[in-house]
Each structure stands twice: as structure tokens, then as C-alpha cells.
């Protein structure tokens, strides 16, 4: 065996770090604790160590090493590193009657005191970043409690020019818009509040079909329109001439449409441009909204999409919103197997968010079948508010339809024993008997011959699921939007389930 592999041999079997060095401080060999110590290049072999740029960390080591070539004698050197760890040294020259080498041992050991402080520095950063979410938070609550708040002024004020200027129907038509639109404001932050809470806990399920993404761009767009129009900007749509199918759920695809839109409305100066276009790239369909609104500064690129984080809301706030749109966008685009992305040139020249999902290998598009419409129905209303209760008995009535009313559900079972309704309005949270054993009771007695709708402030899959159980055919969200409940009865409860 050669001097090269008895050294590698010898230094294999060595637990602490080994350097062997000649007297022209040349790596003769080392092993592998010491390529972690010294930062040696595996191989080492015929480096000079004064090549080992690691080593410039250990400038004392480097040194003693120097010394030691210089005068022979035991150099023992102990010293701290810039990341606390000690590292203990020995070099002795060892000579024989053909060879003189240099070997260099290093044990490490981590300061206590050095352990501490990093421990501390790191709890010290942890607290800082809860800090600043805890700051986001209250941030966000603050403005949460302002635009829940903010609706209730225009709501009164209106229905008091209404009942003081009842006979004049031009104002109370101006009156009702305000009610109307300040309602459906407040109703929108509540679903996304909820949207978000739902996507966080992992609770959201998506009610996947083949679904033509010009379909979803379309009702996006509609939604999107009043927006739109009220901040006098121009929109352009262009889409394919052709079908563009994704495996999605057309409630949230056109969600996450209607968001772009809005958000681009919003932080765009009234006049602005909104560009909407759809296009197919490879298996994927690109949706791309752009404006020429307020811009986005470089340091918030990546983190426009975070939850509790904004950034300069001085134009959208008038316009009311919790800033939740583009967190939702991302989560629903990621639930659907895409991507969304953000570009910008920074404040004042406009964004670019750039939906992408991949498309779907069925051609087959999901249709509800036609229902048969119905003419003036019989309905119950189970409610135990009582301006809820009422405002639904009025809306029914005046399109047409013979209304009941039930203040609990006990006498709302006992009333739809004796009226034999075709339809029934429950509320889920009613006093003494719930919506769900309403249901069950209502089910068991009178089989398929009525149909149930729920009416609950909860909208979760659990709460879906388990109306669907107790017997109920649909599930709908208060408030309950009264054009909403028109079409439903016209053509069945098939959609608002």
C-alpha cells in the first residue's frame, strides 16, 4: 500500500476532523469531517490550503498553520467562528525518514451563549412577524367594522325620505336603488368573509362540470357592469368563437372573473380602460384582465394575493371592500388546478393578473333540465323575524302567489298539515322546533308532493349537506334576493339549491 492510500485509509477511520498538509502546506489528504470543518473540496488532494476559501473564517487557523511550517513546534489554537460555533485546532509536525507533514485536527463545540443569542434573535424575528399580522389584523377588523357599519346610514336615510315622501314615486325609486344596492354591498362582503373563512379551513368543495369559460366571462361581466359603468370606464371582451372548456364550478369560475373585474374597476381613475381577454395556449386557457389603474409598487408584486395585506386603498375606498377579492382569486383559480399571476410597471401605469386553467378533456357541457313553469303557487313562509317573515309574505304575494305564514316551526308543521302548500320557506334557526326537523316531519307526511327550500345565514357544504338530508330540495342564503326567489319559482329550485 502507497503512502496516498495508507493516509486515506488511516484518515477514513478518524472521527474528528484530519488534515494532512506537506511543508508547502499542500493537502496531502483529508477526510470528510474535515471538508465539513474546513470547507475542503471533496478530493482534496494537491489543493494548497491557502486555496481553501472557506478557511478565510478561520483566519486564526490559517495563521497557525503558517507558524507551524515556520518553527516546528505543537500549536494548540481555539476560536469562534461568525456563526458561534467554537472550533478547537491542533497542528503537529510529524517527521519520519523519508516524509515531513503537517497534521491539522479541529474539533467543533457550539457556544452557549452564542446558542442563546441565535435562539433568542430567532424568537425575537417570530415575534415581529406576529406583530405585524396581529397589526394587518386589527387593520383589517377596523375596516371590517367601517364597511359593515357604512351601509346602515344610506339604508335609514332612504327609508326615511320613503316614508315622507311616499307619493312621490321619483324619489322613492331613488330611495329603493340606495336600499337596494347598499344591501347587496353588505351582502357581498359578508360571502366573502365567509369565501375566505371557508378556504382557509379547507371547508370550500367545488361543484365541478365541463363549463365553457365564455359562459363564466359573460356573467362575470354582467355582474361586473354596474361597477363598471358608474366609475365611466371602457370595457373590451374578447373571446374564442369556439367553446372553452374547463372541468370547473361556473359559480366560482365566474367569481373569480367578476373579481379581476371589480378590482380593476376600483383602483383605476374614473375613465380608465379595462381590457378582458380569453385565449387558448396549448392545454391551457388564459384569462387576462388589464387596466390602466393605479399600478402596483415592486415590493407589493408578491404580496398582493396575501390575506390582511393591501396596498395604497386611497381610490377604492370610497368605493367600499375589504380588499379579500384578490385573496379569493388566487385560492379558487388554485382549487381549480391553475395559477393566477400579477405584472405591473409600477404606480400610476396600470396592472395585468393573468388567470390559467387547464382545459378540460370532455366536451360534454352540464345543463340542468327545462322545468316547467308553474303559475301562482301556494307557499308557506316559516320565519320567526318578523320583518323578514313579512317582506317575504309581501314580495310573494305581489307576484302572484297564495301566502301563509308560520312563526316557529311547530305551527308551521301544523299549518302545512292543513293547508297543504306546493312550496315551503323555512328558516333553519326557528324556536323550538329547527328548520331540519321541520323538514323531516314535513318529508315523512306528505312524500314528494311539496317542495322545501331552507332559508339560513349559513351557507357552508356541511350546512348544504345536511339540509340536503333533512329532506329540504334547496338551500338558500339569506338575505335572499327577491329576483332570485322570483326566478326560482318560475322554473324550480334546481339552481339555487
Known amino acids: 500500500m502507497g503512502h ?18 506537506d511543508t508547502a502546506g499542500v493537502i496531502l489528504a483529508c477526510n470528510t469531517p474535515a471538508e465539513r470543518t474546513f470547507g475542503c473540496p471533496a478530493g482534496a488532494a494537491g489543493v494548497p490550503l491557502d486555496e481553501v476559501r472557506a478557511l478565510d473564517r478561520l483566519p486564526a487557523v490559517q ?11 505543537p500549536v494548540d489554537v481555539e476560536t469562534v467562528d461568525a456563526d458561534g460555533v467554537s472550533v478547537t485546532c491542533r497542528l503537529r509536525l510529524i517527521r519520519s525518514d523519508d516524509i515531513t507533514v503537517l497534521v491539522l485536527t479541529a474539533e467543533e463545540r457550539v457556544e452557549p451563549l452564542r446558542v442563546a443569542n441565535a435562539e433568542l434573535r430567532a424568537r425575537l424575528e417570530e415575534l415581529r412577524d406576529a406583530a405585524e399580522v396581529a397589526r394587518h389584523k386589527d387593520d383589517f377588523l377596523a375596516m371590517l367594522a367601517h364597511e359593515l357599519r357604512n351601509p346602515l346610514a344610506p339604508i335609514l336615510s332612504a327609508m326615511q325620505v320613503i316614508r ?5 314615486a321619483e324619489v ?41 369559460v365564455r359562459t363564466a366571462v ?26 372553452v372548456r374547463v372541468q370547473g364550478d361556473p359559480t366560482r369560475l365566474t367569481q373569480i372573473v367578476a373579481n379581476l373585474l371589480d378590482n380593476a374597476a376600483k383602483y383605476s381613475d374614473p375613465g380608465g380602460q379595462i381590457d378582458l381577454a380569453v385565449r387558448r395556449e396549448d392545454t391551457h386557457v388564459v384569462v387576462q384582465v388589464r387596466d390602466t389603474g393605479m399600478g402596483i409598487a415592486r415590493d407589493m408584486l408578491g404580496r398582493v394575493f396575501d390575506l390582511f395585506t393591501q396596498g395604497d386603498v386611497s381610490i377604492a375606498r ?9 385573496t379569493l382569486v388566487r385560492s379558487l383559480t388554485e ?17 395585468e393578473f393573468t388567470v390559467r386553467l387547464p382545459l378540460s378533456t370532455s366536451d360534454a357541457i352540464e345543463c340542468p333540465p327545462p322545468r316547467k313553469t308553474p303559475g301562482a303557487r301556494r307557499v308557506l313562509v316559516i320565519e320567526d323575524n318578523a320583518d323578514a317573515r313579512e317582506m317575504l309574505r309581501l314580495a310573494l304575494e305581489l307576484d302572484g302567489h297564495q301566502v301563509e305564514t308560520a312563526v316557529d316551526g311547530l305551527s308551521g308543521v301544523e299549518t302545512a298539515l ?24 314535513l318529508r315523512a307526511a306528505l312524500g314528494d308532493r311539496l317542495t322545501l327550500v331552507a332559508l339560513t345565514g349559513y351557507g357552508q357544504s356541511e350546512d348544504r349537506r345536511r339540509a340536503s338530508e333533512s329532506g329540504f330540495d334547496a338551500h338558500l342564503v339569506k338575505p335572499v334576493d327577491p329576483d332570485v326567489l322570483t326566478r326560482a319559482l318560475a322554473t324550480g329550485f334546481g339552481a339555487a339549491a
Open 4 to 21: 496516498a492510500d495508507f493516509l486515506a485509509a488511516m484518515l477514513g477511520a478518524l472521527p474528528i476532523a484530519t488534515l494532512v498538509l
Open 218 to 243: 359573460a356573467t362575470a361581466v354582467e355582474a361586473a357592469k354596474p361597477l363598471i359603468d358608474s366609475r365611466r370606464h371602457t370595457l373590451t371582451v374578447v373571446v374564442p368563437d369556439t367553446p
Open 418 to 441: 292543513r293547508i297543504m302548500p306546493d312550496l315551503v320557506l323555512v328558516d333553519i334557526g326557528l324556536p323550538g322546533l329547527d328548520g331540519y326537523a321541520v323538514a323531516q316531519r
Open 335 to 351: 382549487l381549480h388546478g391553475g395559477t393566477v399571476a400579477v405584472a405591473s410597471d409600477g404606480p400610476g401605469r396600470g396592472s
Open 318 to 326: 370610497s368605493l367600499g371592500g375589504l380588499g379579500l377579492g384578490l
Open 172 to 212: 322613492v325609486q331613488r330611495a329603493r336603488e340606495i336600499v337596494e344596492r347598499q344591501v347587496r354591498h353588505q351582502a357581498r362582503l359578508l360571502d366573502d368573509l365567509l369565501d375566505v373563512s371557508r378556504i382557509t379551513r379547507g371547508r370550500i368543495q367545488l361543484r365541478k362540470a365541463p363549463v365553457d
Open 63 to 73: 495563521s497557525a498553520v503558517r507558524q507551524t511550517l515556520r518553527e516546528p513546534a
Open 164 to 168: 315622507r315622501h311616499q307619493d312621490n
